[in-house]
């Protein structure tokens, strides 16, 4: 996989990448001055989320929920007794939080959220939370291209230059995925989580940007 920064020079939308014989399709990620541009197997949109996508993200979260309970800290009735309201504020950007979503068409299917503390000894930091892809579509490169995106505007827009994260110290797909994009874990939270009757540790990683 290969990722490459490029002007943006129509208006605002991601650049196409050329026909290959290697190439088959596309991420386009849309970001104002630059844009993305990142192979896929098809083309899947990665933009920003606003409170327009609450309904979207909700049902994804649900997703998660069920499908992955020991990555995802609240339960599903938890998840379910949100407001729309609440998710709109939650997804909607700001200085301290964005998230961003892969769409195929008009379909929500990932997620990955970015966040940082206000707090000016601590805002040079920022936490990657949330990431989710749906299960038929892993395997195409969409959980990297959401960290990808959550860098590029944590490190552009809040001139982050510290990434942080929790896993679950079991969730070895989730592990490597964090490994390849320059994550080292420093800490282990013994019993973080517990889901039902058993206890989960989750390892502590951080990525420097500069």
């Known amino acids: 996989m290969r990722v490459q920064i490029v002007d943006d020079l129509n208006n605002g939308r991601g650049l196409k990448a050329p026909e290959s014989q290697n190439l088959r399709g596309v991420v386009d990620f849309d970001y104002g001055k630059h844009s993305l541009v990142i192979p896929l197997v098809r083309m899947v949109t990665v933009r920003l989320l606003d409170p327009h996508d609450a309904e979207r993200f909700k049902a994804l979260r649900l997703l998660a929920v069920d499908n992955s309970p020991t990555s995802i800290w609240p339960t599903r009735q938890e998840e379910m007794a949100r407001s729309i309201e609440e998710i709109a504020a939650r997804i909607r ?91 080292q874990t420093f800490g282990l939270e013994p019993r973080a989580m517990k889901v039902g009757d058993r206890f989960y540790d989750e390892e502590h990683m951080c990525k420097q940007l500069v």
């Open 93 to 183: 950007p700001t200085t301290t939080q964005a998230v961003f979503g892969a769409f195929d068409g008009g379909a929500l299917v990932g997620i990955t959220g970015v966040r940082r503390e206000p707090l000016c000894q601590v805002n040079h930091k920022a936490t990657i939370w949330g990431v989710f892809v749906s299960p038929s579509y892993r395997g195409r490169g969409i959980a990297q291209t959401l960290l990808s995106a959550a860098t590029v505007h944590a490190s552009n827009e809040w001139e982050t230059i510290q990434l942080m994260l929790c896993v679950n110290a079991e969730n070895l797909p989730a592990k490597r995925l964090y490994a390849s994009h320059g994550f």
